[in-house]
């Protein structure tokens, strides 16, 4: 099983709202990734966990928190978000082998920020 | 900052056409990754590449990473309808850390 899962599959939320984005992995991997990608631009990389411990965070903004329950687990905790946070948000997991593990990609969120 | 470039940033072929994408970054890679990313859809890994000059061969698609490891190419033979899609390349710039080039849009006319 070669399969990333990502709930839900579309969200629409107002600035104000608290919604939660949900990734899954039956892969045994241990490392965990959050990148967004805006239309017809490349994905950006915003939060690394390995072993459930946040590695990286590339300075995202405190909107956006990122939860590792478990190794299977990645959530996206989202509050306060801005129009231009609207994105399609992919969760990825790789084997934890260091930088030269295949990335396996979720088919994302598409967000809406209104 | 880092970056990786790639051009073209459009290509529209016939079938039947070669087609090369370049990606070029700004500082040494450890490895890089070429992924496909279909209309709506998601990236999809097709390879990586570790060793300076690797080339590597998937039936119609060749891979090549450079000797300074800062630059690489993808190219497909007799393009296919079902080729089109963006094309990006992911450069390793650290452990689980990822730059992913700026995307070749590929549109294939039958």
């Known amino acids: 099983d070669t399969e990333v899962t990502q709930t839900p599959k579309h969200l629409v939320m107002g600035m104000t709202n608290k919604k939660s984005l949900k990734c899954e992995q039956h892969m045994g991997h241990r490392a965990m990734y959050w990148y967004k990608q805006k239309a017809k631009k490349p994905p950006e990389l915003m939060f690394v966990y390995s072993y459930e411990k946040l590695s990286i965070n590339e300075s ?12 299977s687990l990645l959530n996206l905790h ?19 082998r260091g930088s030269t593990d295949t990335q396996y990609f979720g088919p994302g969120t598409r967000l809406t920020v209104l | 900052g880092q970056q990786v470039m790639q051009i073209p940033q459009y290509q529209h072929v016939q ?15 450890s490895n890089i ?6 209309p709506g859809g998601h990236p999809v890994f097709l390879i990586q ?3 300076s000059g690797e080339v590597k061969k998937q039936k119609r698609l060749t891979f090549q990473f450079g000797e300074a490891k800062k630059n690489s190419s993808l190219h497909i033979t007799a393009t296919q309808t079902t080729d089109v899609g963006t094309y990006f390349c992911a ?20």
Not at chain 1, 60 to 71: A, D, L, T
Not at chain 2, 15 to 29: I, K, Q, V
């Open chain 2, 15 to 29: 079938e039947g056409e070669d087609f090369t994408t370049y990606c070029n970054s700004s500082t040494t890679l």
């Open chain 1, 60 to 71: 995202v903004p405190s909107r956006f928190s990122p939860e590792c329950p478990n190794s």
């Open chain 1, 78 to 96: 989202l509050h306060a978000l801005q129009p231009e946070d609207s994105a399609l948000y992919l969760c990825a997991s790789s084997q934890t």
């Open chain 2, 91 to 110: 450069g390793g710039v650290g452990t689980y850390k990822y730059i992913f080039g700026t995307g070749t849009r590929l549109k294939v006319l039958a």
């Open chain 2, 33 to 38: 990754q070429w992924y496909k990313q279909r």
């Open chain 2, 49 to 51: 590449l570790v060793k």
